[in-house]
């Protein structure tokens, strides 16, 4: 009797068992390096990882990191929500090539992100020359940084906001439009309360992938140092014991982000 449903069983649930059993090679591969890195680097040697970790060099490191990351973030919300509101709501020749424009630093490598950055922005760059003159600059500079963190994380926040704006039923505006409400009301009370959990979601997804940034900035801004290019330092210096310290710092602040994310943004389940 229990063979029979057993084979029962995995008759009717072979489909899910084989897509979980291929699935999972996936997920194992992220646990297996997780767990790899906090048993080796915190468990079995927390001495080093508190020392390395409570260096004021590291601590000011990583604040700079989120700082410049911060600033790259509120950049791209006050241009990228007109822009987003634009290629949500209105049609126009050309739209798709911008939109396609828009997401090519999530395509393109890092490391030629940062060389199209650099040229623009370097001393003798077409924007960085007319800046010098005024005193200020983007090489070796936490303005160099923000603009690359900029850069790759603005197509993040802009596709968020346009998936926010798109999602909005056409007929609240239309009731509106037919109260009398001018565009800035609509926009300012019903589109933007609408669209906050997308918007603040892309805010998120924003900043955190700033703070991962490391081949974009590398080239502009060796100096000062965000997380990213200290990690990479480190291990050139002094290998996984000075590194790894630092690396698993930024693993636990980034899942901590990932999961104040979901609970801010998970839907409350409806009673019935």
């Keep these: 009797m229990k063979v029979r449903k057993m084979e029962r069983f995995l008759k009717s649930h072979i489909f899910f068992?084989?897509?979980?059993?291929?699935?999972?090679?996936?997920?194992?591969?992220?646990?297996?390096?997780?767990?790899?890195?906090?048993?080796?680097?915190?468990?079995?040697?927390?001495?080093?990882?508190?020392?390395?970790?409570?260096?004021?060099?590291?601590?000011?490191?990583?604040?700079l990191t989120f700082y410049a990351s911060l600033i790259a973030t509120l950049i791209a919300i006050f241009f990228g929500i007109p822009l987003a509101y634009i290629l949500a709501k209105y049609e126009f020749r050309g739209k798709n090539f911008i939109e396609s424009l828009l997401n090519l630093p999530l395509m393109i490598?890092?490391?030629?992100?940062?060389?199209?950055?650099?040229?623009?922005?370097?001393?003798?760059?077409?924007?960085?020359a007319p800046f010098r003159q005024i005193g200020v600059?983007?090489?070796?500079?936490?303005?160099?940084?923000?603009?690359?963190?900029?850069?790759?994380?603005?197509?993040?926040?802009?596709?968020?906001?346009?998936?926010g704006f798109k999602s909005v039923d056409p007929h609240l505006e239309r009731v509106a439009y037919s109260l009398g409400a001018k565009n800035r009301h609509v926009f300012y009370k019903?589109?933007?309360?609408?669209?906050?959990?997308?918007?603040?979601?892309?805010?998120?997804?924003?900043?955190?992938?700033?703070i991962s940034e490391f081949g974009a900035v590398i080239l502009i801004a060796y100096y000062p140092m965000i997380a990213p290019v200290l990690v990479y330092y480190r291990f050139n210096t002094e290998g996984l014991e000075g590194s790894a310290p630092i690396a698993l710092l930024l693993i636990i602040i980034c899942f901590g982000i990932f999961l104040l994310l979901y609970f801010l943004t998970k839907k409350p389940r409806k009673r019935i």
């Design 190 to 210: 019903i589109m933007l309360p609408l669209t906050k959990r997308s918007l603040f979601t892309g805010s998120i997804m924003c900043w955190a992938r700033g």
């Design 17 to 63: 068992i084989i897509f979980s059993i291929l699935g999972s090679a996936l997920l194992f591969l992220i646990i297996l390096a997780l767990l790899d890195m906090f048993i080796s680097h915190l468990v079995l040697n927390l001495e080093n990882f508190l020392s390395v970790i409570s260096e004021l060099y590291v601590i000011r490191t990583i604040l």
């Design 109 to 128: 490598p890092h490391s030629v992100a940062g060389l199209l950055i650099y040229s623009l922005f370097m001393r003798n760059g077409l924007i960085g």
């Design 137 to 163: 600059l983007f090489e070796d500079h936490i303005f160099g940084i923000i603009v690359a963190l900029l850069f790759v994380s603005m197509p993040i926040f802009i596709n968020s906001a346009t998936d």
